[in-house]
């Protein structure tokens, strides 16, 4: 398991992490719909819009990035003032590790001001954060939103 002093944090998204989260939303984006004969076209057509959505929502966001031998294996991007976790991203190979575990537990220290967190994600990771105290508020066949409230109690 990492430390929590191998998180790197910023306020901007360097190219580099760009490029991870473009690519880990794109895999998974295609994964969960079940797409996997995509033209050269629709993949750069897919990846465009992820790359002006990232860049369009840099008001406001804190980005917490892990590395492994200098290449990143896990990222959140986090909307400081409502509180939203846009995304958060372990590579495969490096899942089960507690990286997720790490950057979430890092996300929610800074958030001093918001009592609520939020993050909408897929069916098959909700476990992930139900054992990280979140509860579903929304569900749907692709997506499931939850939340967790800083002061809850176990």
């Known amino acids: 398991m990492l430390q929590s002093g191998e998180i790197l944090v910023s306020d901007q998204l360097n190219n580099d992490e760009l ?17 996997t004969n995509l033209s050269l076209n629709n993949v750069f057509f897919l990846k465009e819009q992820l790359r002006k959505m990232y860049l369009e929502s840099t008001n406001n966001l804190k980005i917490y990035t892990v590395k492994i031998n200098e290449k990143i294996v896990g990222c959140a991007c986090l909307l400081m003032d409502i509180g939203y976790i846009r995304d958060l991203f372990v590579k495969e ?17 800074d958030m001093t001001s918001i009592k609520d967190i939020t993050i909408t994600t897929h069916p098959s990771i909700v476990d992930f954060y139900k054992k990280n105290d979140f509860l579903v508020v929304l569900a749907n066949e692709h997506n499931i939103t939850m939340k967790k409230s800083k002061y809850r109690k176990r």
């Open 19 to 35: 490029e991870f989260i473009i690519n880990q939303s794109f895999e998974l984006f295609c994964k969960l719909r079940n797409y």
């Open 93 to 109: 190979e490096n899942q089960r590790q507690g990286i997720g575990t790490l950057i979430l537990k890092r996300v929610i220290e």
